[in-house]
């Protein structure tokens, strides 16, 4: 029992009802939900710091044992992901308090990014698939909410599709679930592992696993991500860097979780098709980033390509590929939200999105130009910059299992992803200025302030990934070996 | 056109306290039988609902003058604030407790921290329920 | 009984997925709406029908029904009754502003 663990979730709750009530007092506001997600960013590394020396980590909540209760498990691959969403979703607080505007903040726009945050950690945490569904609902909610505010026509129509798209997943999620409970009857994540390696993956189980990869996919952005470039373009940039940054992660989580823990058995079937998936989505990501003429398209593509490429580590499979696919997910957290920060900052300065139409950047904004420049070459997986590391082990874990097409489609979209924001480099900061340096807009301070932090912890990821390997480390090797994970609930 | 609903206000003045009696009748049997928290929230709340329809906006709110995000806010933070109280106890989170007293009148009654948790869902369910009702009504 | 369950679940499945197909914003919802209901069946159907006493300690003593199902069920109502509001409130704040409440007209053009 370690109560601590339960703060991640129950901290943001409270604090987000309390911000309910000082509606009319912004600045508290501001105060009290940033000092929320620092406190939240100390305790996921004194929690992760805790896992290093005791091992893993649960909370049976009032008192039920496992596998009768619900129960919240922390393992190195979880807290890393919470370190790193609280650690986004503060900076991303701090680019908010200048640019998100009076309106959204008066609409209760903290506590519902605090709710988002609640979920997300939740969904991190949790060891019963059931509570996975609820702690995703959690954040699907807010995210609703958040993608809606602010009442904008164009948001309103693409939010109602959003909405109606995740709804039609979590359905999915509840029939899969359903099934899972028929089968095996248990939905602790542990019990279910054990109960596979008891009786054997059997065709029904793989059926049971492909339904569930199929909601996955439709949350993570796999293959099944129509709806993404027009739901992530509408809601403000904070709230759209907080998305890109964090939920669709979260259903790759989901799905890693899945496929090392609970159905690893018949890999022929379920890994096979994680990889075609994963091949096919970067290859159509890499198209619309391609087709993109404006710089929300060639972002939103950036997200799912992201997304197939960190599929590749688990379609492979080994713990190499694994370990690098948690480099590339914490890595892909902080440099999505980063490039979508940069973006909106870019539409702000310049009141236009065609890649064409901007010019001139970098000679008003030289600062905001070559942070641009940084991240541009940490998506491309450039060393010693965040991508290199989990790039560079995705490629042997595939190397060593003779992956070949999967390897050979995830560089190719290296050069891609490159040449897609280079264009956006070279067209709309290089060039003649369309604005003389008097009559420019000032970047606000909180933005510029972002912009810094996030840079620093690309460099530090990329230089410092040797401090972070003990955890990534750790952590691959407890989803390999699931039984680690089974006996520290079952038999701890 | 004003509609002519005498009917309808009539027959809700004695219903709405049939209903809001239901509500807490069943928020209550939760304890120990079919019920709870969030059921006992929703008669309740449609009992409301019910006074919003008949009698217009600011008559309701001249007698209920509650900010129905509050209330559900307030709802969230008592069901929290009884989770959490555990903690403080170092007791595994959400753990509940219950004991016996013996109160004057009422005699030997049960009492568990559950209810708090219970009345807290009620409110939630409440304010949720209103909010969501009145933000559709009220910009005609 | 199962059998029954499970062709009434088929029947609210059926008529569920042609609401969703629809073009009018309220069906699609009342779609969804039927969806979940389906979903609460199958849930309370795999998890086996009336194969014990009620899971009450004071009104019955065991074999007991499982009453898991039931707790996920309660659950995943509330769950879909907070976002079937939601959608309900966003479908008419959409309908509103966007001045049609028809998929066809909710497109929107690529060069927006």
């Known amino acids: 029992m370690n109560n601590l663990l339960v703060l991640p979730i129950i901290i943001p709750i409270i604090t987000a009802v309390l911000l309910v009530f000082l509606r009319s007092h912004i600045m508290l506001q501001r105060i009290i939900s940033l000092v929320t997600m620092l406190f939240l960013s100390l305790i996921s590394y004194v929690l992760l710091e805790l896992i290093q020396i005791e091992g893993i980590l649960r909370l049976d909540f009032s008192g039920w044992l496992p596998p009768f209760g619900i129960l919240f498990v922390a393992d190195s691959f979880s807290l890393l992901l919470v370190l790193t969403a609280s650690i986004v979703t503060t900076i991303c607080l701090i680019y908010a308090f200048s640019t998100i505007g009076n309106r959204h903040e008066h609409m209760f726009f903290y506590p519902f990014v605090l709710f988002l945050i609640a979920g997300v950690n939740g969904s991190f945490l949790t060891g019963d698939i059931f509570n996975l569904f609820v702690c995703f609902e959690v954040m699907l909610l807010a995210s609703y909410v958040l993608v809606a505010l602010g009442g904008e026509r164009i948001q309103l129509r693409e939010s109602l599709k959003y909405v109606l798209i995740n709804v039609v997943a979590s359905w999915m999620f509840l029939v899969a679930l359903a099934y899972l409970y028929g089968t095996l009857k248990t939905l602790n994540m542990a019990h279910i592992a054990m109960r596979v390696s008891e009786v054997g993956q059997d065709p029904m189980l793989t059926t049971v696993a492909i339904l569930f990869l199929v909601v996955f996919s439709l949350k993570a952005g796999l293959l099944l991500f129509f709806w993404l470039p027009g739901s992530y373009s509408v809601p403000p940039t904070a709230v759209q860097a907080l998305f890109a940054a964090l939920l669709t992660k979260v259903g790759i989580y989901a799905l890693i979780r899945l496929f090392t823990l609970m159905f690893p058995l018949n890999q022929e079937v379920t890994h096979t098709i994680i990889g075609v998936m994963a091949g096919l989505t970067i290859i159509a990501g890499c198209m619309g980033a391609l087709s993109g003429r404006d710089v929300y398209t060639i972002a939103t593509y950036n997200v799912i390509i992201g997304v197939g490429f960190i599929l590749i580590g688990l379609a492979v499979g080994t713990e190499t590929a694994i370990t690098g696919a948690i480099y590339y997910l914490i890595h892909d957290m902080i440099a999505k939200a980063l490039l979508f920060l940069l973006i909106g900052m870019m539409i702000y300065l310049t009141g236009e999105t065609v890649v064409k139409k901007i010019s001139g950047l970098i000679r008003n904004y030289p600062l905001f130009g070559w942070i641009f420049f940084i991240v541009m070459l940490a998506l491309a997986g450039i060393p010693p910059l965040s991508g290199f590391v989990g790039k560079v082990l995705i490629g042997q874990g595939a190397i060593e299992e003779g992956s070949y097409v999967l390897l050979g489609i995830g560089f190719g979209s290296s050069i891609i992803v490159l040449y897609s924001l280079l264009r956006i480099f070279l067209a709309s900061f290089f060039g003649e200025t369309t604005i003389s340096f008097e009559d420019r807009k000032p970047i606000p301070k909180g933005a510029t302030m972002s912009f810094i932090l996030l840079a620093i912890s690309i460099v530090y990821i990329g230089v410092g990934a040797e401090a972070i390997s003990v955890y990534v480390k750790d952590a691959a090797r407890t989803l390999i070996n699931p039984s680690i994970y089974i006996d520290a609930i079952l038999k701890g | 056109m004003k509609i002519n609903d005498v009917i309808l206000r009539t027959v809700v003045k004695g219903v709405v306290f049939i209903i809001l009696t239901l509500g807490v009748y069943l928020f209550f049997s939760g304890h120990n039988a079919p019920g709870g928290g969030f059921i006992g929230g929703l008669v309740l709340g449609s009992g409301i609902v019910l006074l919003y329809i008949t009698y217009d906006l600011e008559t309701v709110h001249k007698k209920m003058p509650f900010d129905f995000k509050k209330v559900a806010a307030f709802g969230v933070l008592l069901a929290t604030g009884s989770a959490i109280g555990s903690l403080y106890f170092d007791a595994p989170f959400l753990s509940q407790t219950d004991a016996y007293f013996n109160i004057p009148i009422l005699g030997e009654k049960h009492l568990t921290t559950v209810t708090i948790f219970e009345a807290g869902v009620a409110l939630t369910v409440i304010g949720t329920l209103v909010t969501i009702i009145l933000s559709i009504s009220e910009d005609e | ?112």
Request: overall charge neutral; charged content about 15%.
């Open chain 3, 1 to 112: 009984m199962e059998s029954l369950m499970v062709v009434l679940v088929g029947i609210l499945v059926s008529i569920g997925t042609y609401l969703i197909l629809s073009r009018h914003i309220i069906r699609v919802i009342l779609g969804t709406a039927i969806l979940s209901h389906a979903v609460h069946l199958l849930i309370l159907t795999v998890g086996g029908l009336k194969t014990g006493g009620v899971p009450l300690l004071s009104q019955s003593d065991g074999p007991f029904t499982d009453a898991l199902p039931q707790a996920l069920i309660l659950t995943a109502i509330v769950i879909s009754f907070a976002t079937t509001a939601f959608l309900l409130v966003l479908a008419y704040r959409a309908y509103k502003k966007n001045g049609s409440a028809d998929f066809r007209e909710l497109r929107g053009m690529s060069d927006e």
